[in-house]
């Protein structure tokens, strides 16, 4: 009798910790959901444009005042150097810096939201050997692509930058000179 007491004794402390846990294991669950939608909810884009549509219609030649306008809001600039970034929502933004006089306006986009399952990428090896030998344009790498266009992540006074992202998160940048239409950097990592 005194045995069974024990065995009954576990079994309820067993089944109460169970229980305990349970409950933990599901609070836990639902405190990760909470935070989850959190996150979404700030990925609401503050501005006129998106990253990429933004890189549209700015130009290194606009003003301060004039980006503000296009984009939508004031920019935030540095108390170290002269650059400006408009925060476009969480995990995308606008830079504006200067190499010198020369602007370099730079799109930071989110890579998720750019994958093409289709794009394959030539070997670096074949990439260097087609710099070497006098350059490739944009629509030519685009052929090499299967026709699958870049997104224009960066701009200079003298060139535009594009970007690939593919199935694995590796992303392709290329830069063309604006006068040559000839890509000057390209890599992938």
């Given at each position: 009798m005194k045995n069974k007491v024990i065995v009954i004794a576990i079994a309820i402390i067993f089944i109460v910790v169970m229980g305990i846990l349970g409950?933990?294991?599901?609070?836990e669950q639902e405190n990760?959901?909470?935070i989850s939608q959190d996150t979404n909810v700030n990925t609401e884009v503050k501005g006129n444009y998106d990253a990429i549509e933004?890189?549209?219609h700015i130009e290194t030649s606009n003003t301060i005042e004039e980006l503000n306008n296009i984009i939508g809001f004031e920019a935030e600039k540095s108390d170290y150097s002269e650059e400006y970034t408009w925060k476009l929502d969480n995990k995308n933004s606008i830079v504006l810096k200067y190499a010198g006089d020369s602007p370099i306006i730079q799109a930071n986009i989110d890579k998720s939201k750019i994958i093409n399952e289709e794009v394959k990428f030539?070997?670096?090896s074949e990439l260097?050997?087609?710099l070497n030998n006098g350059s490739f344009t944009y629509e030519e790498l685009v052929s090499k692509l299967d026709g699958i266009e870049g997104v224009l992540a960066?701009?200079?006074t003298t060139s535009k930058s594009y970007m690939w992202v593919n199935k694995?998160?590796?992303?392709?940048y290329a830069t063309f000179n604006n006068e040559s239409g000839k890509c000057t950097i390209a890599s992938i990592r």
């Open positions: 409950i933990l294991y599901l609070g990760n959901k909470n933004a890189m549209k030539p070997a670096i260097r050997e087609l960066g701009k200079t694995n998160e590796q992303i392709l």
